[in-house]
């Protein structure tokens, strides 16, 4: 029986796994999508790299061509708005699982940012997507879901605000308010994906817009703003161990009085709560999705180097000096648990929504960025000074990794949520303990033994 492509990419136990719980056209649209992969993103790389300006400024203003060349391309091979599941998404969705999902994600996470949007699923437009689609009213589906489900747009995710302690959501002071039939909102947002494209055309905000609630998870609410309403102000892009992400960029934005429309408030006051939780989930897999992609490709970047004749020092190969070959290994162990965990979460989503996968995802969520910026440190090693600089992809990623571990909640909180939610059992383990040692105690008596 011949591989499947996708071998090429993963190991063929993780793949066999899984692959009977592919449909035939999820197997036909992942055989694609690594050829897209192979043929067409992975040789684009350097192309993207060179065609974004190196001038501050106009990195800011900067569509790159290479991407939407792409686009049309992904487009034309069916490989487009792959994460929208059309079974939680009927009207809107592609016939994929979250599961068969998971492993295209990997694939894509090999190319970074430019890759997921090249077929239309990089964020945060994702997560505003689906916000649209389970929340949305027909007319703001119309405006902003169909022109962002075609790539026409990008969006903004507008939570984090400065000075705020911002890990907790319900800390969030940014007002919203009613005024007869606009609303208007005030805060000061940062670490806002998205909002320095060119394209942007829309910023999902939440804000507080009834602090006196007794209920904390009802005070706040969503509402949709064009950055191009008056009041909007992109401050300066925020920089990440030195990388600006541009054109897509994390912002720091004022809202200073910004007027909207009554229509722009999403799915009613008081459930923005409700809203983003039910945004932050799916959201939060799709990293661990593309992250697992990032540590396979940091490995084999990494076996490629060391195996290399012309980098041989003292006469052997790399891989023949100290623990090379223990970091390769652990590497390789490291990526496959943290891959089950994504794949067990992706699978729980499709079984039971987010909601009702939590506990799946949280772990992943804490385990699966440390891991990736664990394999990807191992590779930047094996590299030398060169793994540093800008000439391998390297130094980018462990970046980009470990920005991850603050993203949709800092580590912290999902480790202290687990935790939480295992001390949970607690009782349950007492009772089953006691009923052990009941049994245990009439076994020995029935036998005249003593305890021990």
């Not at 879901?145 to 747009?153: A, F, S, V, Y």
């Not at 009085?257 to 897999?285: A, D, K, M, T, Y």
Request: with cysteine; charged share 25%; glycine share 8%.
């Amino acid at each position: 029986m011949a591989p499947h492509p996708i071998e090429q990419y993963t190991s063929s136990s993780s793949w066999a796994m899984v692959e009977d719980k592919f449909s035939p056209y999820a197997k036909e649209t992942l055989a694609k999508l690594v050829d897209f992969v192979h043929n067409e993103l992975e040789p684009a790389r350097k192309v993207w790299e060179a065609q974004l300006p190196a001038d501050p400024v106009q990195r800011w203003k900067t569509v790159i061509p290479i991407t939407e060349e792409l686009k049309l391309k992904a487009k034309q091979r069916g490989l487009w708005n792959l994460f929208l599941s059309k079974k939680h998404y009927p009207e809107f969705g592609v016939p994929l699982t979250n599961l068969e999902y998971a492993v295209m994600a990997e694939i894509l996470g090999r190319c970074g940012q430019f890759g997921s949007e090249s077929v239309n699923c990089s964020a945060p437009d994702t997560g505003n997507m689906e916000v649209l689609a389970k929340y949305g009213t027909p007319e703001q589906q119309k405006k902003w879901l169909i022109p962002l489900l075609n790539g026409e747009i990008r969006s903004a995710f507008s939570m984090t605000e400065k000075g705020v302690a911002s890990s907790d959501a319900t800390n969030i002071q940014t007002s919203i308010r009613r005024d007869g039939d606009s609303i208007v909102i005030n805060g000061h947002k940062w670490w806002i994906s998205g909002a320095g494209d060119p394209r942007c055309k829309l910023h999902i905000v939440m804000g507080k817009s009834d602090p006196d609630n007794k209920n904390k998870y009802l005070q706040q609410s969503v509402v949709l703003v064009p950055p191009e309403t008056p009041g909007v102000k992109i401050v300066r892009p925020m920089h990440v161990f030195g990388y600006d992400d541009a054109p897509e960029g994390h912002c720091e934005v004022i809202y200073d009085n910004v007027r909207v429309p009554l229509s722009n408030l999403v799915l009613g006051w008081g459930r923005g709560f409700e809203i983003i939780q039910g945004r932050l989930g799916p959201g939060r897999i799709h990293h661990c999705m593309r992250s697992i992609g990032a540590a396979q490709y940091a490995l084999d970047l990494m076996i490629q180097r060391v195996t290399d004749p012309s980098r041989k020092t003292f006469g052997k190969f790399l891989y023949q000096h100290g623990t090379i070959i223990s970091d390769i290994a652990k590497s390789r162990a490291e990526i496959e648990a943290s891959r089950l965990l994504v794949l067990s979460a992706a699978h729980q989503i499709d079984k039971f929504q987010a909601k009702g996968a939590l506990k799946e995802i949280g772990i992943a969520k804490f385990v699966v960025p440390q891991m990736a910026a664990t394999v990807i440190d191992r590779a930047i090693q094996s590299y030398g000074a060169e793994g540093i600089s800008q000439d391998t992809p390297l130094a980018k990623l462990a970046a980009g990794m470990r920005t991850l571990r603050f993203a949709d909640g800092p580590d912290e909180v999902h480790i202290q949520q687990i935790g939480r939610r295992e001390l949970e059992r607690a009782k349950r383990l007492h009772e089953l303990t006691a009923e052990i040692k009941k049994k245990e105690a009439a076994l020995l008596n029935a036998r005249g033994l003593a305890k021990l």
